[in-house]
């Protein structure tokens, strides 16, 4: 077996010629560089981690199904830790609950002002790398995926939904700092469990940071059932 650097970003493991075994490292929008790794021979694995870890910057990331236990195995063999734990959830819909929060369609310019007043708010805290990995980089939004809360005509909460697989995704909720604890990711929450219910959606989905208490206890409070869960894991 040998390993070959295809490119830039990918290896291969070959046994004559023949790939049984495939890495690559691709950055996310926060500009953390995350590692796969998909091998048809368990003997691959190893010998792929090998090539690509010391031709790479740390700290390194990837993502596996606390399920897959044998995936675990071979990045916690190759020295990956686990960071974090990050629960799969389905919440039931229904009638949105009445509100004093008013929430409605964003226009694109006041939520890309939102958006960058929330990113710089979590990046002087948690840090953005605690936020979902999907989100796009700043200042690139699509309205249509996003409703916002207000507070005398100012945006104050956003929370964004996108359709993955067969279900729709609950990928983030967000509220200025200077306006959390007045009910306003409850009523954001309520207002997207009742716009998909009104569709005829009966269940979404989110994944939600096992540390995030305020997180958790809010998607508990509409009937949020853990299905699952993914580690996060890092090699420093």
């Known amino acids: 077996m040998c390993v070959a650097r295809v490119s830039r970003s990918c290896w291969h493991a070959l046994d004559d010629d023949r790939v049984i075994g495939r890495g690559e490292v691709s950055r996310r929008p926060d500009g953390r560089p995350f590692l796969s790794i998909d091998v048809w021979r ?4 190893a010998r792929l981690a090998e090539a690509m870890l010391p031709a790479l ?15 675990t195995s071979h990045w916690r063999a190759a020295g990956f830790s686990v960071r974090r734990r990050e629960w799969d959830c389905l919440i039931p819909t229904g009638p949105a609950e009445p509100s004093d929060v008013p929430v409605i369609s964003p226009e694109e310019e006041p939520l890309s002002e939102l958006d960058r007043v929330i990113r710089e708010e979590v990046e002087a805290t948690v840090g953005w790398q605690e936020m979902p ?21 100012r945006y104050v909460g956003l929370i964004r939904v996108t359709q993955v ?3 729709p995704r609950i990928g983030l909720i967000a509220v200025r700092a200077d306006e959390r604890r007045r009910g306003v990711a409850r009523a954001l929450l309520g207002h997207a469990l009742g716009s998909l219910h009104e569709r005829g959606i009966e269940t979404a989905s989110a994944e939600l940071n096992e540390s995030n208490a305020a997180a958790l206890a809010l998607f508990d409070g509409f009937g949020a059932r853990r299905v699952g869960s993914n580690l996060e894991l890092v090699l420093r």
């Open 57 to 71: 910057p740390r700290p390194l990331y990837t993502m596996v199904d606390e399920r897959e236990a044998g995936l």
């Open 42 to 45: 368990d003997d691959a694995f």
């Open 133 to 153: 990995a999907e989100l796009v980089g700043p200042g690139v939004v699509d309205p249509s995926k996003y409703a916002v809360a207000t507070n005398s005509g």
């Open 165 to 167: 697989q067969r279900l």
